[in-house]
């Protein structure tokens, strides 16, 4: 069997994926974090209604290198859909792909930078997940990811509060911005 230039690129395409997907997993380059006032809290939510499983990885990339990587990690994410970082440096971001249970999902075209104000509390937003189709033996499986009004923030910030993992400096500044949301 003779491959077309478009199976072998797309082979080497797949290649590269799992690399960097390796290279991830091995720990490469890890997200930067500060303990500066600059430090900032970046959060989410994705809303998985149906029960394919949990969001058990939101993979953040900070626009800075370590040799020819750029930093990147899981942020911390709870069964609900809630995700976050804290104590990161003020800079660019990306939230470019996650897992749902043992599926890799890659936002691909849909994923945008966005700038982290240095001491700031960044609302990534609620968003929907909905599977438009299955993975399969050499195909990735569709989905869609669109921004839903449930959660609200301020629900969100609430599911923030009860997360052990969180330090009490930043559920101080999760009281406050909800005392902000209330008064609006």
């Not at 990147?72 to 995700?83: I, K, N, Q, R, V």
């Not at 945008?112 to 990735?140: E, W």
């Not at 301020?154 to 599911?159: I, N, R, S």
Request: glycine residues 8%.
């Amino acid at each position: 069997m003779v491959a077309s230039p478009g199976s072998s690129a797309r082979r080497v395409a797949r290649l590269a994926a799992a690399l960097l997907l390796a290279a991830a997993a091995a720990g490469c380059a890890h997200v930067r974090t500060v303990t500066t006032p600059d430090a900032a809290f970046v959060y989410g939510f994705f809303d998985v209604q149906e029960k394919v499983g949990a969001a058990n990885c939101v993979g953040i990339i900070q626009n800075e290198k370590v040799g020819i990587a750029a930093r990147h990690a899981c942020m911390a994410t709870s069964p609900e859909g809630l995700f976050f970082v804290q104590d990161v440096p003020p800079m660019l971001y990306n939230v470019h792909s996650f897992y749902i249970d043992d599926t890799f999902q890659s936002l691909g075209a849909m994923a945008k930078p966005f700038a982290v104000k240095a001491g700031s509390m960044h609302y990534y937003g609620t968003f929907r997940y909905q599977r438009v189709s299955d993975a399969g033996i050499g195909r990735a499986g569709k989905f869609t990811l669109t921004p839903a009004s449930h959660p609200t923030h301020a629900e969100v910030l609430k599911k923030l509060l009860v997360q052990d993992s969180i330090s009490p400096r930043w559920k101080k500044r999760i009281q406050a911005r909800l005392r902000e949301l209330a008064g609006e």
